[in-house]
């Protein structure tokens, strides 16, 4: 089973998840190798490169899909457009769409580099926000999808829903370092995503991907 996973702090707790429940060291050796932006993890499982990974939300309507998304209530913080000439993230999928759905203008900026952007206090509007004063409804910015194993898939992702995972501090440490935050930032900003998609979440994805 080859797993793909976004490079983004959001996925931490998930990829910390997989270490302990693929036991498989092929599988776990396949899943840290095909780590990578979210614009490249949806051209690897549409080509099948891979079998399953969060995908973007706006390149899923087609796939099959577990219940698992990422997922900001208001805010999310790492999802902004700052002000400037109109430019998309080449990383990114659904984040750029958002911008267009909800017509604003300026620079999209995602992933771990806007939430620096935010956490040093730069202006940013934050993209989770808008479309919640929307909608008043959650954003899904990523689901996870599969093409294969669809029956693991699906029981690893009921798994996860009900697991709790407490991240050692010696590995928030390591992944702030790496990121050039604080690993107290880096806490509380896991605390602004959540992973399971109920009816409010689904709404909100119907309804985005209806643009």
Not at 4 to 31: C, E, R, V, W
Not at 95 to 123: F, T
Not at 163 to 189: C, D, F, H, V
Request: proline share 3%; glycine share 4%.
């Amino acid at each position: 089973m080859l797993f793909g996973s976004i490079s983004y702090l959001n996925l931490l707790p998930f990829q910390l998840f997989l270490k302990q429940h693929i036991t498989d060291n092929a599988s776990k050796m396949a899943f840290h190798y095909n780590r990578a932006v979210p614009s490249t993890i949806n051209r690897a499982l549409k080509r099948r490169k891979i079998n399953a990974a969060f995908i973007s939300s706006v390149t899923s309507r087609n796939c099959q899909c577990t219940d698992l998304g990422i997922i900001a209530n208001k805010k999310v913080y790492s999802v902004l457009l700052l002000q400037g000439e109109d430019a998309t993230d080449p990383a990114s999928a659904s984040s750029n769409h958002l911008a267009k759905i909800l017509n604003l203008k300026g620079q999209v900026l995602i992933g771990d580099d806007a939430l620096k952007h935010y956490l040093a206090g730069k202006p940013g509007v934050d993209l989770a926000e808008s479309w919640y004063l929307k909608t008043q409804l959650p954003f899904v910015f990523a689901r996870l999808c599969y093409n294969k194993h669809g029956k693991a898939i699906k029981k690893l992702a009921k798994k996860f829903e009900k697991t709790k995972i407490n991240i050692p501090q010696y590995i928030l440490k390591k992944e702030a370092k790496k990121r050039g935050i604080t690993a107290k930032q880096l806490s509380w900003y896991l605390e602004q995503i959540y992973y399971t998609m109920g009816h409010k979440e689904k709404q909100s994805l119907k309804k985005f991907l209806s643009h």
